[in-house]
Every structure is written in structure tokens, then in C-alpha cells.
């Protein structure tokens, strides 16, 4: 069974920095592609950034500078550093593997001005 477990999530100001973290089990994790993805209150879920099998990144073009994803093959684990966080940041975030069904609980971020 697939399991995706997200952690890191919190409050934090405007300018600042969260590192997120995604444990994946269940299936082979170092031959798949991993993203991250948010939902914001009212909105639909978005892609935010994904790292493929040999750790190519593409992100998506509100976060690109500010935030970066990471692997760790050995660990079965794919991190989001997130630096200067601005309140538009605030979400849910989720990771998930594209070709597959699966999320996890998600872990909430949220961003004061």
C-alpha cells in the first residue's frame, strides 16, 4: 500500500523559511518521479514543484527561486525548502508521485503579513 506521510508544516512571517518533508513507503520510491503540490483555502490544488528518479527539479513559476526540492533515495524522503514564504504560500501542501493516485494528510503552512 502506497503511503505518503508530509511534516514540517507551521506558522511562520512573511519572509521567512519552512522545510517540509515527505516520507513515501509502499512502493519503489527511487525509480519515481515525486512532487509537491498545495491547496489554498478555496482554491483548486496546484502543482508546485516535482524532482525526478535522478534529481532534475522543474517548479512551478510563483515559487521558483524561492523554493527547493530535494531527494533523498536512501531515506525514501523528498523535502521543499521554502524560503521567503509570502502569505500567498499559505496551504495545505501534499506530495505525490504524478503517475500515481495517491495523497497524503497533507501538512498545513501558513504565512503571516
Known amino acids: 500500500q502506497v503511503r505518503l506521510v508530509e511534516s514540517g508544516g507551521g506558522l511562520v512571517q512573511a519572509g521567512g523559511s519552512l522545510r517540509l518533508s515527505c516520507a513515501a513507503s509502499?512502493?519503489?520510491?527511487?525509480?519515481?518521479?515525486i512532487g509537491w503540490y498545495r491547496q489554498a483555502p478555496g482554491k483548486e490544488r496546484e502543482f508546485v514543484a516535482i524532482?525526478?528518479?535522478?534529481?532534475?527539479?522543474n517548479y512551478a513559476d510563483s515559487v521558483k527561486g524561492r523554493f527547493t526540492i530535494s531527494r533523498d533515495n536512501a531515506k525514501n524522503t523528498v523535502d521543499l525548502q521554502m524560503n521567503s514564504l509570502q502569505p500567498e504560500d499559505t496551504a495545505v501542501y501534499y506530495c505525490?508521485?504524478?503517475?500515481?493516485?495517491?495523497w497524503g494528510q497533507g501538512t498545513q503552512v501558513t504565512v503571516s503579513s
Open positions: 524532482i525526478n528518479s535522478v534529481g532534475s527539479a
Open positions: 505525490k508521485y504524478p503517475s500515481l493516485p495517491y
Open positions: 509502499g512502493i519503489t520510491f527511487n525509480t519515481r518521479a
